[in-house]
């Protein structure tokens, strides 16, 4: 069992960086792939990026690559999502998620999910 717990959100002009972090409780965390997902009112979860569970490999959407940066500090149970050059349309409840297995950009693939934290971006 993983908890997982956003941190980092908030409300921030266009072109601003935003980090986000997110905590997890439990067991192995360093075996874990872990991700971010974002949802909109009335929109399906998307994926943000993803790190595997030793960080050799990542994974972004298109959209973001150049602009986000995920990473993981394993020793301190944490991953974080540096967010640069950040756009309105980027507004939503950003989510962590964590998963057994490959690395995914497939939200079914993960397990345990967290409450989510709200970003917003002004024009």
Same mark, same amino acid.
């Given at each position: 069992?993983?908890?997982?717990?956003?941190?980092?959100?908030?409300? &921030?002009?266009?072109?601003? @960086? =935003? /980090? =986000?972090?997110?905590?997890?409780?439990?067991?192995? *965390?360093?075996?874990?792939?872990?991700?971010? *997902?974002?949802?909109? $009112?009335?929109?399906? /979860?998307? *994926?943000?990026?993803? !790190?595997?569970?030793? @960080?050799?490999?990542?994974?972004? /959407?298109?959209?973001?690559?150049?602009? *986000?940066? !995920?990473?993981?500090?394993?020793?301190?149970? #944490?991953?974080? =999502?540096?967010? #640069?050059?950040?756009? $309105?349309?980027?507004?939503? &409840?950003?989510?962590?998620?964590?998963?057994?297995?490959?690395? @995914?950009?497939?939200? $079914?693939?993960?397990?345990?999910?967290?409450?989510?934290?709200?970003?917003?971006? @002004?024009?």
């Amino acid at each position: 069992q993983v908890q997982l717990t956003e941190s980092g959100g908030g409300l &921030v002009q266009a072109g601003d @960086s =935003l /980090r =986000l972090s997110c905590a997890a409780s439990g067991r192995a *965390f360093s075996n874990y792939v872990m991700g971010w *997902f974002r949802q909109t $009112p009335g929109k399906e /979860r998307e *994926f943000v990026a993803a !790190i595997s569970a030793n @960080s050799a490999v990542t994974y972004y /959407r298109g959209s973001v690559k150049g602009r *986000f940066t !995920i990473s993981r500090e394993n020793a301190k149970n #944490t991953v974080y =999502l540096q967010m #640069t050059r950040l756009k $309105p349309e980027e507004s939503a &409840v950003y989510y962590c998620a964590a998963g057994l297995g490959v690395t @995914s950009t497939a939200a $079914p693939q993960y397990d345990y999910w967290g409450q989510g934290t709200q970003v917003t971006v @002004s024009s």
